[in-house]
């Protein structure tokens, strides 16, 4: 059976039950991800975790918003995003703006966790919310910031028009409350970290085993339903799953506000 295959049918069979299967599911996630990666060229695995186009934002010609998946030819994301190209490339940094929102844009970059908690640190209680402005990035510094903005309380938002993509949405997971507003361009595929030194093909599958595990465990920990990472694992790191509301909603990506508020009282 290809992996593809496989995780389709996993994704059918989760889309049959009911919420208290998602930790089962979460464990057959896992074993969608090993297959996948097994069935990756060498070859593939070698170039991806050498940091070439395609698998990093920041790199000059790595594509900032790669198409959607498809079978047949690619298409287009369903909104453009705002901000340019070079824009989402850069390291990402930190703007406070008014009503103690804190806009995080840019890529994801190794140490941007440190930069974020420098920023959280400094600002106190002022900070209430964080507006996503990413392409992803860095799954550690995304794993990072995710749990510290659960720590602290604070909600999280995607903006109209604004992009939240790879391992950004494992930031925007950490929000008490997540708001995507109408036309935010959300979507997942398959991350791992990517080291400066080629690893052997017994390293790398094993590097994205425990990735992969990591982002799950995360995830379920944050609320977030299982078939999210599902799409994720089917979907190859040259393309996008670009998530419509209703899905956001399904896999409670996106929160009730006033379901949320209610539970807080």
Same mark, same amino acid.
């Given at each position: 059976?290809?992996?593809?295959?496989?995780?389709?049918?996993?994704?059918?069979?989760?889309?049959?039950? &009911?919420?208290?299967?998602?930790?089962?599911?979460?464990?057959?996630?896992?074993? $969608?991800?090993?297959?996948?990666?097994?069935?990756? &060229?060498?070859?593939?695995?070698?170039?991806?975790?050498?940091?070439?186009?395609?698998?990093?934002?920041?790199?000059?010609?790595?594509?900032?918003?790669?198409?959607?998946?498809? &079978?047949?030819?690619?298409? $287009?994301?369903?909104?453009?995003?705002?901000?340019?190209?070079?824009? @989402?490339?850069?390291?990402?940094?930190?703007?406070?703006?008014?009503?103690?929102?804190?806009?995080?844009?840019?890529?994801?970059?190794?140490?941007?966790?440190?930069?974020?908690?420098?920023?959280?640190?400094?600002?106190?209680?002022?900070?209430?919310?964080? $507006?996503?402005?990413?392409?992803?990035?860095?799954?550690? &510094?995304?794993?990072?910031?995710?749990?510290?903005?659960?720590?602290?309380?604070?909600?999280?938002?995607?903006?109209?028009?604004?992009?939240?993509?790879?391992?950004?949405?494992?930031?925007?997971?950490?929000?008490?409350?997540?708001?995507?507003?109408?036309?935010?361009?959300?979507?997942?595929?398959?991350?791992?970290?990517?080291?400066?030194?080629?690893?052997?093909?017994?390293?790398?599958?094993?590097?994205?085993?425990?990735?992969?595990?990591?982002?799950?465990?995360?995830?379920?920990?944050?609320?977030?339903?299982?078939?999210?990472?599902?799409?994720? @694992?089917?979907?190859?790191?040259?393309?996008?799953?670009?998530?419509?509301?209703?899905?956001?909603?399904?896999?409670?990506?996106?929160?009730?506000?006033?379901?949320?508020?209610?539970?807080?009282?």
């Amino acid at each position: 059976m290809r992996p593809s295959s496989l995780a389709l049918r996993l994704k059918e069979t989760f889309l049959r039950t &009911d919420d208290g299967a998602l930790m089962r599911y979460a464990f057959f996630s896992l074993l $969608a991800a090993a297959g996948i990666f097994v069935a990756i &060229d060498v070859r593939e695995l070698s170039l991806a975790n050498a940091n070439l186009p395609g698998h990093d934002p920041m790199h000059t010609e790595a594509p900032v918003l790669p198409p959607a998946l498809t &079978d047949g030819v690619p298409q $287009a994301p369903p909104v453009q995003p705002e901000s340019p190209p070079e824009v @989402l490339r850069q390291p990402m940094r930190f703007e406070l703006l008014s009503g103690g929102t804190l806009r995080a844009e840019g890529s994801i970059d190794v140490g941007a966790a440190t930069r974020f908690a420098e920023e959280i640190e400094a600002r106190g209680e002022y900070v209430k919310s964080v $507006a996503l402005n990413s392409p992803g990035g860095s799954v550690d &510094d995304a794993l990072a910031m995710s749990k510290l903005i659960r720590d602290k309380g604070l909600n999280t938002r995607v903006a109209s028009k604004a992009l939240c993509a790879s391992s950004c949405p494992i930031v925007f997971a950490g929000g008490v409350t997540r708001e995507a507003e109408k036309d935010a361009v959300i979507g997942v595929h398959q991350v791992f970290n990517a080291g400066p030194a080629r690893p052997s093909p017994e390293q790398a599958m094993s590097g994205a085993q425990s990735t992969t595990g990591r982002i799950a465990r995360h995830l379920d920990e944050m609320g977030i339903g299982a078939g999210l990472w599902i799409n994720a @694992l089917e979907t190859p790191p040259d393309r996008l799953y670009y998530l419509t509301p209703d899905e956001m909603a399904e896999f409670k990506l996106t929160t009730d506000p006033v379901a949320t508020a209610k539970q807080q009282d």
